[in-house]
């Protein structure tokens, strides 16, 4: 892997410590006799204190995948995942527990990643039991407070999973997740199983959450609207690698990798008179298999600007600086904007 | 105006189960002309699906359409026998499912199961319904069409298996066409590319769409006239640019206000919608959405708006609606969203449970 760049620091931050730094993280997941599945490709970058950074990509792009990594719920093939300094890839047992306490995770399936067996209470006093932090009339304490700043009644501890509403029991996951404090949450597709209307709660409240206790989130999800309304940078992930990098302010008007492009193209906006304005840039193709990626630049094969044969079939491009906090691993960025045509 | 080619007149569908009646459609009533694209929208829950099954026949027991007339061509689908509904289903009217793959049978070929379509309508020869099936493969832009027919499902991706699913809906040229959230389980670039079809479609083959989403910026692309629905009834209906640009219902104003929006200028908060639907076994009195309205009145509670012009084209079931909202209520310039927030109704014993009640209004407000 030659890109081993890291996504610089937002100008307001200068020279602040990440507190996740991810350098070139790879996992193949073996898929038969001398074939793997290249599900994420040496990716790397930075997070930093206060911040959140979302990552973008559609279904097996490697975002969940990565996600996994980072909380080493699954083992990284090659590369480093540093948690306020430590490797914690480096780490097993007792100590990769340890650090662990500062990371929490919101999952995507709120039904799924919520024990029916167990009361609402006993589940949000899980991480603090695990970590013998509190007991007894304290716990019980400390657990009506997490429902209560979570928006639910406090005295919902007693009841089961199943007696709560989608967006409710996210709401739940929320709690459990903020138990220990934690410095950095991640979040894998928080809101894509809710409600629209619900949909809308659930991210006011991570924002309120992030204001009062100074979290920082890295926003995994598909939606590009959603991640672009919550996220201060968005990353696109293609294929296992991440082709563009940009400060959402910047992400939808100006894109420097094509695919950006072509996926903000197909995003439908709540506005009849844009959207018949809208003109859709076709990808030729499917996504190709992951087992099996392109040579040179990923995404060669259904680039719309793609000089095959040549560069972007034989050379890798490098995730390089094209502006300010704004970076993108394609040969022809300059010509994104000029070629590719999004309205009528 | 022509005649529409389906007119649906006071619909109601309702599940007898255990645990009571859900009462999942309730006095639905719209119509479609020749050729037109009209969206339904509406969250999970809203009647929107079970109205599309009405319409084909398709609910089953527990469920059953328990009044209502649905007219097609003059004659009432509900009063037909079995048999003629089927010679209807499939052939003048098709549907499009949500889940591709669980639509399709696993162990058939692709081919065979567009055939199939045509083989149950029509006696046709079978080299020309192969040569058909190719075309139709052809026409939603499946590409090598003749080599893919012989694949089966899972050797297709679940973007081309939706492709074969309209082709499916397409081989006896319907008039009308129902898809039901056909594009939820696919990505954003295939969704694009699957809508584009649709919209071709339509100006191509003149086969009028219903399109059942959740999804308010779908509707806005694909459809020229929108139903917006909450808890089994329709609540506002007019056309795509009404909807979008001057939504009188509360509901409506509000969902189009909690997505965020990829051309949106960050920073600024999503409205949300607070609270839930409502049980459709108990159901609240009065407005169905007055629970969770910031704009609600007295007369919310006890009496339940009809559904009453607003604008040429455009019709809301509210007491209140947008216009007064701006008006009189200050809706410009809301950001707390909480029931009767804008309109400080919170009659007592009528306000949520204490934890889930912002500060700000959790003493009721005496009138």
């Given at each position: 892997?030659?890109d081993t760049?890291?996504a610089p620091?937002p100008?307001?931050l200068?020279?602040v410590?990440?507190i996740l730094r991810?350098?070139n993280?790879?996992k193949?997941?073996g898929?038969?006799?001398g074939?793997?599945?290249k599900?994420v490709d040496?990716?790397?970058?930075?997070?930093l204190p206060?911040?959140?950074?979302?990552?973008?990509?559609?279904s097996?792009?490697?975002?969940?995948?990565l996600?996994?990594?980072?909380?080493?719920l699954i083992p990284?093939?090659s590369?480093e995942?540093?948690?306020?300094?430590?490797?914690?890839?480096k780490l097993?047992?007792?100590?990769l527990?340890?650090?662990?306490k500062q990371?929490?995770m919101?999952?995507q399936d709120?039904?799924?990643?919520?024990d029916?067996?167990m009361?609402?209470?006993?589940?949000?006093?899980?991480p603090?039991?695990?970590?013998?932090m509190i007991?007894?009339?304290?716990?019980d304490a400390?657990?009506?407070e997490?429902?209560r700043t979570v928006?639910?009644?406090p005295?919902?501890n007693n009841?089961y999973?199943?007696?709560f509403?989608?967006?409710?029991r996210?709401?739940?996951?929320?709690a459990r997740a903020?138990a220990?404090?934690p410095k950095?949450i991640i979040?894998?597709?928080p809101?894509?199983?809710?409600?629209?209307s619900?949909q809308?709660?659930i991210?006011n409240?991570l924002?309120?959450?992030?204001r009062?206790?100074?979290?920082?989130?890295?926003f995994?999800?598909?939606?590009?609207s959603?991640v672009?309304h919550?996220?201060?940078?968005?990353?696109?992930?293609?294929?296992?690698?991440?082709c563009?990098?940009?400060?959402?302010e910047?992400l939808?008007?100006?894109?420097?990798?094509?695919?950006?492009r072509a996926?903000?193209?197909?995003?439908p906006?709540?506005?009849?008179?844009?959207?018949s304005?809208r003109r859709?840039?076709?990808?030729?193709g499917?996504?190709?298999?992951?087992l099996n990626p392109?040579s040179?630049?990923?995404?060669?094969?259904?680039?719309p600007i793609?000089?095959?044969?040549?560069?972007?079939?034989?050379v890798?491009p490098?995730l390089?600086l094209?502006?300010?906090g704004h970076?993108?691993?394609?040969h022809?960025?300059?010509?994104v904007?000029t070629?590719?045509?999004?309205t009528n | 105006?022509?005649?529409?080619?389906l007119?649906?007149?006071?619909l109601s569908?309702?599940?007898?189960t255990?645990?009571g009646?859900?009462k999942a459609v309730?006095?639905?009533?719209?119509?479609?002309?020749?050729?037109e694209?009209?969206?339904?929208v509406g969250?999970?829950?809203?009647?929107?699906?079970?109205?599309?099954?009405s319409v084909?026949g398709?609910?089953?027991?527990p469920g059953k359409?328990?009044s209502?007339e649905?007219?097609?061509r003059g004659?009432?689908l509900?009063?037909?026998?079995r048999e003629?509904?089927?010679?209807?289903?499939?052939?003048?009217?098709a549907m499009i499912?949500q889940?591709p793959?669980?639509?399709?049978?696993?162990?058939?070929?692709?081919g065979?199961?567009?055939d199939?379509?045509m083989y149950?309508?029509?006696?046709?020869?079978?080299n020309a319904?192969?040569r058909r099936g190719i075309?139709?493969l052809k026409?939603?832009?499946?590409?090598?069409?003749?080599?893919?027919i012989?694949d089966?499902?899972h050797?297709?991706?679940?973007?081309?298996?939706q492709?074969a699913m309209?082709?499916?809906g397409l081989?006896?040229?319907?008039d009308?066409l129902?898809?039901?959230e056909?594009?939820?389980?696919?990505?954003?670039?295939?969704?694009a590319?699957i809508?584009e079809l649709?919209r071709d479609?339509?100006?191509q083959?003149?086969?009028a769409?219903?399109l059942?989403t959740?999804?308010?910026?779908?509707?806005?692309?694909?459809?020229k006239?929108v139903l917006?629905m909450y808890?089994g009834?329709?609540?506002e209906e007019?056309t795509?640019?009404q909807?979008?640009?001057?939504?009188?219902?509360p509901y409506?104003?509000?969902?189009l206000?909690s997505?965020?929006r990829i051309?949106?200028?960050r920073?600024?908060?999503?409205?949300?919608?607070?609270g839930?639907?409502?049980?459709?076994?108990?159901l609240p009195q009065?407005c169905?959405?007055?629970p969770r309205c910031?704009?609600?009145?007295?007369r919310?509670?006890?009496?339940?708006?009809?559904i009453?012009?607003?604008?040429p084209?455009q019709?809301?079931a509210?007491?209140?609606t947008?216009?007064?909202?701006y008006?009189?209520?200050?809706?410009g310039?809301?950001?707390?969203?909480s029931p009767g927030?804008a309109?400080g109704?919170?009659?007592?014993?009528r306000?949520?449970?204490?934890?889930e009640?912002p500060?700000a209004?959790?003493?009721?407000?005496s009138d």
């Open positions: 892997m030659t760049i890291v620091a100008k307001v200068p020279s410590e990440p991810v350098v993280v790879v193949h997941f898929a038969g006799v074939s793997s599945v599900a040496g990716v790397s970058f930075d997070v206060g911040e959140t950074v979302g990552l973008v990509g559609e097996g792009c490697g975002k969940s995948t996600g996994r990594l980072i909380t080493q990284v093939t590369g995942v540093y948690l306020n300094g430590v490797d914690i890839t097993r047992g007792e100590k527990r340890q650090q662990r990371l929490q919101i999952f709120p039904y799924a990643s919520l029916p067996r009361t609402v209470g006993d589940i949000i006093a899980e603090l039991v695990n970590f013998k007991r007894g009339r304290a716990k400390r657990v009506q997490l429902l928006g639910l009644n005295y919902f009841r999973p199943h007696e509403s989608g967006g409710q996210q709401r739940i996951g929320i903020l220990l404090n950095l979040c894998d597709e809101v894509s199983a809710l409600d629209v619900i809308a709660q991210i409240l924002e309120d959450l992030q009062e206790f100074e979290l920082t989130y890295l995994i999800a598909h939606d590009l959603v672009r919550i996220s201060n940078r968005v990353m696109v992930m293609y294929l296992g690698k991440i563009e990098v940009a400060p959402s910047d939808y008007t100006s894109q420097e990798h094509p695919y950006t996926l903000l193209s197909s995003i906006v709540p506005d009849p008179r844009i959207e304005r859709l840039v076709e990808l030729s499917e996504i190709p298999s992951p392109p040179g630049c990923r995404f060669h094969t259904r680039c793609a000089q095959v044969p040549g560069v972007c079939a034989d890798e490098p390089e094209k502006g300010e970076l993108a691993a394609c022809f960025s300059e010509q904007r070629k590719i045509a999004v | 105006m022509t005649d529409p080619i007119e649906v007149r006071n569908t309702h599940f007898f255990d645990d009646e859900v309730r006095g639905v009533s719209f119509s479609v002309a020749p050729g694209t009209l969206g339904i969250e999970s829950g809203c009647g929107k699906s079970v109205t599309a099954m084909l398709l609910v089953q027991r359409v328990v209502g649905i007219m097609f004659h009432d509900l009063k037909l026998t003629e509904l089927r010679n209807i289903r499939g052939r003048d009217i499912f889940d793959l669980s639509s399709l049978n696993p162990v058939l070929r692709v065979y199961q567009i199939e379509a149950a309508h029509d006696k046709i020869a079978s319904v192969e075309d139709l026409q939603v832009r499946v590409s090598d069409a003749e080599r893919r012989k089966f499902p050797q297709f991706s679940g973007g081309m298996r492709r309209i082709a499916m081989s006896n040229k319907p009308l129902i898809a039901d056909p594009t939820t389980a696919l990505d954003v670039t295939v969704q590319q809508l649709l479609l339509n100006e083959t003149g086969a769409i219903i059942i959740h999804n308010l910026g779908v509707v806005a692309g694909l459809c006239r917006v808890a009834e329709i609540v007019g795509v640019e909807i979008f640009e001057s939504p009188q219902h409506t104003w509000s969902l206000r997505v965020p051309d949106a200028n920073g600024h908060r999503l409205l949300s919608i607070e839930l639907p409502p049980d459709l076994i108990d009065g169905k959405f007055n910031p704009f609600r009145v007295e919310c509670f006890t009496e339940s708006p009809p009453e012009q607003v604008a084209a019709h809301a509210c007491w209140v947008m216009e007064r909202a008006a009189e209520m200050g809706a310039t809301i950001t707390d969203t927030a309109s109704v919170h009659p007592a014993g306000s949520l449970p204490p934890a009640v500060a209004i959790a003493e009721p407000v």
